[in-house]
């Protein structure tokens, strides 16, 4: 499934031309997750996502791969309502999530966080000791109430994220201490600490070296069986590597989406083509 | 350009060195230029600043000394009141105790001439002296008691003994009775507590800067108690809370108005709204501090935005993605990391209105007050009025006195300036 990306030569199928812009593969799965539908983005008059439609499967790693600029984030942002944070962001359109609509007025994007978490970019620990960073999410939401109730959702998060042999015995110690990928760990934690549906990623590896990678990327597998994943990353290798269903953006469209297998190897639209085969990037 | 540079790479390589190199010269001496600018002007400002202080210093050291006399007061039967101690006449005394000193002095001018020479202080002395351990009759007390101003500026030089009579205030009867102490090893300069134990008097040997220190620390009280948590939580709200539309940019441009608006306009306020229409009471340290308070505010907003905004975007998001609310992010991540910038502004803000005067002249905190202010309610001077009253005053004495209370002032808000170096390591985290 690799070697497509370093061959030139795909053989001869019938693609999409360049210019579609509409979604093509299997954007409906049996068991959905979250289902948006038509979800269009703006950011002032400004218009970075258009029609969006696509559902995000229990338990399976969806991932988002396109040119960088093409809306891979915004898109994600949208999961979790973090674009309200955004003052001129504007989103149209449904995001269903446990048979709500995400954006309806009456629902309060604090339990609806606690559910889809989020893991960023460059990894940002809070400046506090790495035990603060985990419990402190708990603690807000009254899901731990004693000390040991935290001290177990610590040690229970640390150990799902792979963490807890490395940091056991400096828990009292700054969480921005930790090297890149640590820290990156620490955040998967926190982000898993008030036990979510959905974990949304962006780009968690595009600041770290490849072996704190290959780390982050054996925990996405194994965090698969318990949550649902949507990660965007820039390097196709690794949406290979983790995902089982592929997104990819193009320019504010999603261009296709499938499984992952057969979009790298079997891409069903020229630019999917273009993109993995690495023509332009 | 591309082709040439790969054919004849070694010899473009040389070129282009050449040009770096002509170009050096000419680059170093434009740093060394401005360095040397730089150094010029942090020389300038320390040279100013050096002789402010030597002269404040120079001025204002011999404050700290106040020439003393040492009188002999024996204490008779029949002196001292029995019953009621307090009513005893200590000034009478202290007259014939002076008398008894100088035995030859027997004309009634001379003899008040003759008084002149010791404090109206003395007779104090001589009470407190003996309600603290009553004598018993026929005892002698050897006191130190204040001699008069004039006498203080003739012992530290400031005023000259071989002048005509007429130019000096003292004349040479009085001289020869100083020097008959100074034969008598009786008269020496000594640590001036009454500096630092009293209010403000018309006697510049009995004037103390303790009631404006008092009057000041009630007055910032006050400030600080007011502005501190009115000026952070205006600052979280429109930092963090508020949203972005007209009505915030117009705030935000009023609040950066109000910092440059002179401060003489705040006591205006004061004057109008506290005095005339609260109807508070004057010259008080509540309605100083209220002005003060609204004199610092907008200092302590604009340094408290700018601690919030250094404040990393990311560590909001991390805190809102696991599901904090706004409230939440702002009190467990990101005051914690804004305190520091907001203890400095306020701290920087509170030295500001330490050294205040003109508000506090509209509302009347310019008053002679001689007792010392035991509460916000009293009526009080502050530091920077007091140097302005001594250095309104005519005796020569008040203008060393002007000088130590600019040091003391100084020295508060050099005490206060470290105190926000050393919050601002404390609470800063270096992680
Ligand atoms: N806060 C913002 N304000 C305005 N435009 C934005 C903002 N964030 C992103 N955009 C624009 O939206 C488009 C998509 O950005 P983004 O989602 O970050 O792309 P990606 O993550 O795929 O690289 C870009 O053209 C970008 O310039
Ligand atoms: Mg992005």
Same mark, same amino acid.
């Given at each position: 499934?690799?070697?497509?990306?370093?061959?030139?030569?795909?053989?001869?199928?019938?693609?999409?031309?360049?210019?579609?812009?509409?979604?093509?593969?299997?954007?409906?799965?049996?068991?959905?997750?979250?289902?948006?539908?038509?979800?269009?983005?703006?950011?002032?008059?400004?218009?970075?996502?258009?029609?969006?439609?696509?559902?995000?499967?229990?338990?399976?790693?969806?991932?988002?791969?396109?040119?960088?600029?093409?809306?891979?984030?915004?898109?994600?942002?949208?999961?979790?309502?973090?674009?309200?944070?955004?003052?001129?962001?504007?989103?149209?359109?449904?995001?269903?999530?446990?048979?709500?609509?995400?954006?309806?007025?009456?629902?309060?994007?604090v339990p609806l966080r606690a559910?889809?978490?989020?893991?960023?970019?460059?990894?940002?620990?809070?400046?506090?000791?790495?035990?603060?960073?985990?419990?402190?999410?708990?603690?807000?939401?009254?899901?731990?109430?004693?000390?040991?109730?935290?001290?177990?959702?610590?040690?229970?998060?640390?150990?799902?994220?792979?963490?807890?042999?490395?940091?056991?015995?400096?828990?009292?110690?700054?969480?921005?201490?930790?090297?890149?990928?640590?820290?990156?760990?620490?955040?998967?934690?926190?982000?898993?600490?008030?036990?979510?549906?959905v974990i949304l990623m962006d780009?968690?590896?595009?600041?770290?070296?490849?072996?704190?990678?290959?780390?982050?990327?054996?925990?996405?597998?194994?965090?698969?069986?318990?949550?649902?994943?949507?990660?965007?990353?820039?390097?196709?290798?690794?949406?290979?590597?983790?995902?089982?269903?592929?997104?990819?953006?193009?320019?504010?469209?999603?261009?296709?989406?499938?499984?992952?297998?057969?979009?790298?190897?079997?891409?069903?639209?020229?630019?999917?083509?273009?993109?993995?085969?690495?023509?332009?990037? | 350009?591309?082709?040439?540079?790969?054919?004849?790479?070694?010899?473009? *390589?040389?070129?282009?060195? %050449?040009?770096?190199? /002509? @170009?050096?010269?000419? #680059?170093?001496?434009? !740093?060394?230029?401005? +360095? =040397?600018?730089?150094?010029?002007?942090?020389?300038?400002?320390?040279?100013?600043?050096?002789?402010?202080?030597?002269?404040?210093?120079?001025?204002?050291?011999?404050?700290?000394?106040?020439?003393?006399?040492?009188?002999?007061?024996?204490?008779?039967?029949?002196?001292?009141?029995?019953?009621?101690?307090?009513?005893?006449?200590?000034?009478?005394?202290?007259?014939?105790?002076?008398?008894?000193?100088?035995?030859?002095?027997?004309?009634?001018?001379?003899?008040?001439?003759?008084?002149?020479?010791?404090?109206?202080?003395?007779?104090?002395?001589?009470?407190?002296?003996?309600?603290?351990?009553?004598?018993?009759?026929?005892?002698?007390?050897?006191?130190?008691?204040? *001699?008069?101003?004039?006498? %203080?500026?003739?012992? /530290? @030089?400031?005023?000259? #003994?071989?002048?005509? !009579?007429?130019?000096? +205030? =003292?004349?040479?009867?009085?001289?020869?009775?100083?020097?008959?102490?100074?034969?008598?090893?009786?008269?020496?300069?000594?640590?001036?507590?009454?500096?630092?134990?009293?209010?403000?008097?018309?006697?510049?040997?009995?004037?103390?800067?303790?009631?404006?220190?008092?009057?000041?620390?009630?007055?910032?009280?006050?400030?600080?108690?007011?502005?501190?948590?009115?000026?952070?939580?205006?600052?979280?709200?429109?930092?963090?809370?508020?949203?972005?539309?007209?009505?915030?940019?117009?705030?935000?441009?009023?609040?950066?108005?109000?910092?440059?608006?002179?401060?003489?306009?705040?006591?205006?306020?004061?004057?109008?709204?506290?005095?005339?229409?609260?109807?508070?009471?004057?010259?008080?340290?509540?309605?100083?501090?209220?002005?003060?308070?609204?004199?610092?505010?907008?200092?302590?907003?604009?340094?408290?935005?700018?601690?919030?905004?250094?404040?990393?975007?990311?560590?909001?998001?991390?805190?809102?993605?696991?599901?904090?609310?706004?409230?939440?992010?702002?009190?467990?991540?990101?005051?914690?990391?804004?305190?520091?910038?907001?203890?400095?502004?306020?701290i920087i803000g509170m030295a500001?209105?330490?050294?205040?005067?003109?508000?506090?002249?509209?509302?009347?905190?310019?008053?002679?007050?001689?007792?010392?202010?035991?509460?916000?309610?009293?009526?009080?001077?502050?530091?920077?009025?007091?140097?302005?009253?001594?250095?309104?005053?005519?005796?020569?004495?008040?203008?060393?006195?002007?000088?130590?209370?600019?040091?003391?002032?100084?020295?508060?808000?050099?005490?206060?300036?470290?105190?926000?170096?050393?919050?601002?390591?404390?609470?800063?985290?270096?992680?």
């Amino acid at each position: 499934m690799l070697d497509v990306l370093n061959t030139t030569t795909v053989e001869k199928r019938n693609l999409a031309p360049r210019d579609s812009r509409k979604t093509i593969g299997t954007v409906n799965v049996p068991n959905p997750r979250m289902v948006c539908r038509n979800v269009n983005v703006y950011y002032g008059d400004k218009q970075a996502i258009r029609n969006v439609t696509i559902d995000i499967g229990c338990n399976e790693v969806l991932s988002m791969i396109g040119p960088s600029g093409c809306g891979k984030s915004t898109f994600l942002r949208c999961l979790n309502r973090m674009n309200d944070t955004i003052d001129n962001c504007r989103v149209e359109g449904d995001i269903i999530f446990e048979g709500n609509d995400i954006y309806d007025p009456s629902i309060d994007v604090v339990p609806l966080r606690a559910q889809v978490g989020m893991v960023f970019q460059k990894p940002n620990p809070f400046p506090k000791s790495i035990y603060e960073n985990i419990a402190w999410a708990p603690k807000i939401h009254g899901i731990v109430e004693s000390k040991s109730d935290a001290d177990e959702i610590v040690e229970t998060s640390l150990v799902k994220a792979g963490l807890w042999e490395e940091v056991k015995d400096r828990l009292d110690q700054p969480g921005t201490g930790l090297s890149g990928g640590q820290q990156q760990r620490l955040c998967i934690a926190r982000a898993i600490a008030v036990s979510p549906e959905v974990i949304l990623m962006d780009e968690p590896c595009s600041a770290l070296d490849p072996i704190a990678t290959a780390k982050i990327e054996d925990l996405i597998e194994e965090l698969r069986s318990h949550y649902t994943i949507a990660i965007v990353t820039h390097s196709m290798q690794q949406a290979a590597r983790v995902s089982q269903r592929t997104a990819f953006f193009h320019l504010g469209d999603l261009i296709e989406v499938g499984k992952t297998d057969d979009v790298f190897t079997k891409p069903l639209h020229q630019l999917t083509e273009d993109y993995i085969t690495g023509r332009y990037g | 350009m591309n082709n040439s540079s790969t054919k004849n790479g070694s010899r473009n *390589a040389g070129r282009t060195i %050449d040009i770096v190199n /002509k @170009g050096l010269k000419r #680059r170093y001496r434009k !740093e060394k230029r401005f +360095r =040397l600018y730089g150094i010029l002007s942090i020389a300038a400002s320390a040279a100013f600043l050096a002789f402010l202080l030597t002269s404040i210093v120079m001025n204002g050291y011999s404050a700290f000394l106040q020439t003393c006399i040492r009188l002999d007061v024996p204490i008779e039967a029949g002196m001292i009141d029995e019953s009621n101690p307090k009513r005893s006449d200590f000034q009478g005394i202290i007259k014939s105790a002076i008398r008894e000193y100088y035995p030859d002095v027997t004309e009634r001018r001379e003899k008040r001439e003759l008084y002149s020479l010791f404090s109206s202080g003395a007779a104090y002395q001589l009470r407190n002296n003996v309600l603290d351990n009553p004598p018993e009759a026929g005892a002698t007390l050897s006191l130190w008691v204040l *001699a008069d101003d004039d006498v %203080d500026m003739l012992m /530290k @030089g400031h005023m000259k #003994r071989d002048v005509p !009579e007429s130019e000096r +205030r =003292l004349n040479d009867r009085q001289l020869r009775w100083i020097e008959k102490l100074e034969n008598d090893d009786r008269i020496e300069k000594r640590f001036n507590t009454t500096f630092f134990t009293s209010g403000d008097s018309r006697e510049p040997e009995l004037a103390g800067i303790w009631g404006a220190v008092r009057g000041s620390f009630y007055t910032m009280l006050v400030t600080l108690a007011l502005s501190f948590p009115i000026g952070i939580a205006a600052a979280v709200y429109l930092e963090e809370f508020a949203p972005k539309n007209l009505a915030t940019d117009f705030i935000e441009v009023n609040i950066n108005n109000l910092a440059a608006v002179p401060s003489i306009v705040f006591g205006l306020l004061g004057l109008a709204v506290f005095l005339n229409f609260f109807g508070m009471p004057r010259s008080t340290p509540l309605v100083g501090g209220i002005v003060l308070m609204l004199m610092t505010l907008p200092t302590i907003i604009i340094a408290s935005r700018a601690a919030l905004k250094a404040v990393p975007p990311s560590i909001r998001e991390a805190a809102l993605g696991v599901g904090s609310s706004k409230l939440q992010v702002v009190s467990s991540h990101v005051l914690p990391l804004a305190l520091p910038g907001m203890l400095t502004g306020t701290i920087i803000g509170m030295a500001q209105a330490l050294g205040e005067t003109a508000p506090l002249l509209m509302i009347g905190m310019v008053a002679f007050i001689v007792d010392i202010p035991g509460g916000f309610t009293d009526p009080a001077a502050v530091m920077p009025v007091q140097i302005y009253l001594w250095a309104d005053s005519p005796e020569r004495a008040f203008v060393e006195k002007t000088s130590a209370a600019i040091m003391v002032l100084l020295g508060f808000l050099i005490a206060m300036n470290a105190l926000a170096v050393v919050m601002r390591k404390k609470f800063e985290r270096r992680w």
